[in-house]
């Protein structure tokens, strides 16, 4: 039981030099990033549904114990808006599954214009296979309420903590016994780098949320100029200094400003 600490993806070519060695050909990048980080959060399939045999291939080329977060179809979320859930849930669960125990979170990433309804987000939730574990970031603020709250709570799905600028965009409501954090870009420099200050508040939001034996996984999609990288490793360092079991990441790669 750990922060679990990884970034948006693994295949940007300006990580070159950073995480990944300027002669190691892409194909091996997420073999390289498996041996640094522990965990990853897969946005390939928000835009076309890797074939079955695509998230087997992830799975035999990464290591035990690693976790893979799925972000799930945009299909699903942004063209359906939760609507007719069963068949694109069913479709990416029979998929992912190919993932064996490396499998983790889903993510649903809510269209920012879309309102409210709780009714849509219980069935759509209801569709995931018992013990799935689900995070929704909702960007719309009539999600703020109550009734959406206990959706979440009922349905043992967390909400995803989501920073913009160092600060929280959603609210900090723990509703489920794991928690899902991500982190869009900082107001450190070089942009869009989180700065020392921005992530010693992350780690002391989670500590007063989650006991140490909760599961939290942390993901940095502010992948530009590998700032993810940096950011997460030294995301790494703030969590463990201050008590916290943390999962692998990059040594001696930068430090927050």
Known sequence: MTVLVGTSGWQYKDWRGVLYPADQP????????ARQFATVESNAAFYRLPEEKTFADWRDRTPDRF??????????THIKRLRDPQEPVGR????????GPRLGPVLLQLPPTLHADAGLLDACLGCFPAG???????????????????VLERRGAALCWADRGSRPV???WR?????????????AQPEPRYGRQALTTWVRRIADAWPDRADVYAYFNNDVGAAAVLDAASFARVASAAGRSVSRTPSGRGAAR
């Open 92 to 99: 990416l669960m029979s998929h992912a599954a190919a993932l």
């Open 175 to 187: 509703t489920a016994d794991w928690g899902y954090l991500r982190f869009h870009g900082g107001r």
């Open 67 to 76: 976790v893979m977060a799925v972000k799930a179809s945009r299909y699903l």
């Open 26 to 33: 892409q194909r091996l990048w997420l073999e390289e990033y």
């Open 132 to 150: 799935t574990r689900v995070a929704v970031e909702p960007r719309h603020d009539s999600w703020w309420s109550a009734e959406i709250r206990a």
């Open 170 to 172: 959603t609210p900090l």
